[in-house]
Antibody, heavy 117, light 107 residues
């Protein structure tokens, strides 16, 4: 059974940093592209970043480019999202998901990030 | 960015009723479209990919169709457990973009 378990969320002040983790199990992690998708409270879904299966390429939405870094450790079957210079508009539930060609087929339960002073 | 416009924003349906949700892309996405269901407090679940392929484990009352810029999701017989919010998503070009969602309730 595919399992994705996010951690590392919480309350953080604007301008500070936070690092999210996503522990994967039940599939061969190193074979899959992975992504982060977020959802602001009572809002829709917004793609954040994608990393290719071997870590060779990464893609970001414009609003997080230069502030967020997606990475992975295939030996530990873990995906990361380093978030720097956080803004109030980054407040959201962050989901990690497997990215299969062009769709997200498995999702974690999500982790809440609140950016507020 | 490719814009995804979903309609309606909300609807209510009776048990056994057929439900259709529409999604329009701002340009041709060549069937690079997926549908997701999200229940309150839960993560989204993939229903349909490639515009019309049913994800493993998804009931056959769900179906997808469309091409070019126009796509639809159909539920052939509304069930209680189908309540939730439905999103379309295109992955043809970065950034991947989602529709705003359609809230489906049982009448």
């Amino acid at each position: 059974e595919v399992q994705l378990v996010e951690s590392g969320g919480g309350l953080v002040q604007p301008g500070r940093s936070l690092k999210l983790s996503c522990a994967a199990s039940g599939f061969t992690f190193s074979d899959y592209n992975m992504a982060w998708v977020r959802q602001a409270p009572k809002k829709g879904l917004e793609w954040v970043a994608t990393i290719i299966y071997d870590g060779s390429r990464t893609y970001y939405r414009d609003s997080v480019k230069g502030r967020f870094t997606i990475s992975r450790d295939n030996a530990k079957s873990t995906l990361y999202l380093q978030m720097d210079s956080l803004r109030s508009e980054d407040t959201a539930t962050y989901y990690c998901a497997t990215y299969n060609n062009y769709y997200f087929d498995y999702w974690g339960q999500g982790v809440m990030v609140t950016v507020s002073s | 960015d490719i814009q995804m416009t979903q309609s309606p924003a909300s609807l209510s349906a009776s048990l056994g009723e057929t439900v259709t949700i529409q999604c329009q892309a701002s340009e041709d996405i060549y069937s690079g479209l997926a549908w997701y269901q999200q229940k309150p407090g839960k993560s989204p679940q993939l229903l349909i990919y490639g515009a019309s392929s049913l994800q493993d484990g998804v009931p056959s009352r769900f179906s997808g169709s469309g091409s070019g810029t126009q796509y639809s999701l159909k539920i052939s017989s509304m069930q209680t457990e189908d309540e939730g919010v439905y999103f379309c998503q295109q992955g043809l070009k970065y950034p991947d973009t989602f529709g705003a969602g359609t809230k489906l309730e049982l009448k």
